[in-house]
């Protein structure tokens, strides 16, 4: 399976360009229309020109017995869903590392719906 990964980095501002930066957050976190978006734009537009102090990797191990489980499961007639609020790529990683998911497999991937709503309108479509 793969590290997690995090960089630790700073990036010194002026007085001015934090106040700046502080009246914005302060803003956009009062939102409620595309509040999240608005801050991943916010933070993206602070993150340049920054000092890499270092970075770590952390593997995430299975727990015993996740495997047997996930195949006792299977005999069972349980079908078994990945749900996560991870990458995709990391749900992938973890699915096959634990047997869950195989070359034979039937992947669904639903992902970026915006609301609870719409991911129940396309799942009733798909039944």
């Not at 997690?4 to 501002?13: D, E, I, N, S, Y």
């Not at 998911?101 to 129940?120: H, I, P």
Request: aromatic share 4%; hydrophobic share 40%; with cysteine.
């Amino acid at each position: 399976m793969g590290l997690r990964t995090l960089a630790v980095a700073r990036k010194q501002l002026s007085r001015e360009a934090l106040d700046k930066f502080t009246e914005k957050l302060n803003k956009t976190q009062r939102l409620v229309q595309n509040r999240e978006e608005k801050m991943r734009e916010l933070y993206r537009s602070n993150e340049n020109d920054l000092h890499v102090l270092g970075a770590t990797g952390v593997e995430d191990q299975l727990q015993d017995g996740v495997p047997e489980t996930l195949i006792a499961l299977g005999q069972a007639g349980i079908r078994v869903w990945v749900l996560t609020g991870d990458k995709v790529e990391t749900a992938v990683n973890v699915a096959v590392a634990c047997g869950l998911l195989t070359q034979s497999s039937k992947q669904m991937r639903l992902t970026n719906f915006k609301t609870s709503d719409t991911l129940a309108d396309y799942l009733e479509t798909i039944k």
